[in-house]
């Protein structure tokens, strides 16, 4: 049986929150990054950043392990697969966000994915990290919301959020991960971001809309314990 890894990046987040430190996530969608181009990335990303996320919501299969491998070759960041399904597993990263889609009501995402990926992460080394993943309206129809066949939260339903939050902490989960999607017109509101973050006391992470400085800084001002970024590095 392979040695677990011990809880490193789960550590690392709650002892950087500890701190008062702000984190910083640049993602990686596969089935988008050109491995020749691999070493101008990530001379273009923040020297704040603290982790790389990867993954994306179709990627074909052996694609995140390709991705993973170079980027290890070339970066001392810790990587952390971020799955649009079970296809997606590497044991090459160093953690994994083991998601349950609460804002959504399709089984296939709430439980079963997650049990189809048992077999894959039983005998891996990866660290596993519980994350209640919930999407919320960022004003345009996402791929994630597409392959999930549900339906993002509005921003308007400050509540709601909040309570699937909660759900979500009560359940287990070890993280919460507020979500606009790829490409989206706008971030999530700082309103709601403050209002989670009053009410669970787990650690928070904010992506999706995030283009520039201004807006980061925002998601953190608001209570954001970790943003995550990724379109605005993505090599044209």
């Not at 691999?38 to 179709?58: C, H, K, M, W």
């Not at 077999?119 to 791929?143: A, F, N, R």
């Not at 650690?203 to 970024?229: F, S």
Request: proline share 3%.
């Amino acid at each position: 049986m392979i040695e677990k890894k011990s809880n490193l990046i789960f550590d690392s987040i709650k002892q950087a929150i500890s701190n008062e430190e702000k984190l910083l996530s640049i993602l990686i969608d596969p089935d988008k990054f050109d491995l020749t181009t691999s070493e101008i990335f990530l001379n273009r990303i923040p020297d704040s950043t603290n982790y790389l996320f990867v993954g994306g919501s179709q990627v074909k299969n052996g694609q995140t392990e390709l991705v993973v491998k170079r980027l290890k070759q070339l970066s001392k960041l810790p990587i952390v697969i971020f799955p649009g399904d079970v296809n997606q597993i590497t044991n090459q990263a160093d953690a994994i966000l083991f998601l349950s889609l609460l804002s959504g009501r399709n089984p296939e995402y709430l439980i079963n994915q997650q049990v189809k990926s048992i077999s894959k992460l039983q005998h891996s080394s990866l660290e596993i990290i519980p994350t209640g993943y919930i999407l919320v309206d960022g004003g345009v129809s996402t791929s994630v919301l597409k392959i999930s066949q549900t339906k993002a939260i509005s921003q308007d339903q400050i509540s709601k959020v909040v309570h699937t939050a909660l759900a979500g902490q009560f359940s287990g989960k070890q993280l919460i991960y507020l979500e606009a999607g790829s490409g989206a017109k706008f971030p999530v509101s700082a309103e709601i971001i403050s209002e989670v973050k009053k009410n669970i006391s787990i650690p928070l992470i904010v992506g999706g809309g995030i283009k520039n400085d201004l807006q980061r800084g925002a998601a953190h001002n608001a209570g954001a314990d970790m943003v995550v970024m990724g379109n605005a590095f993505e090599i044209l």
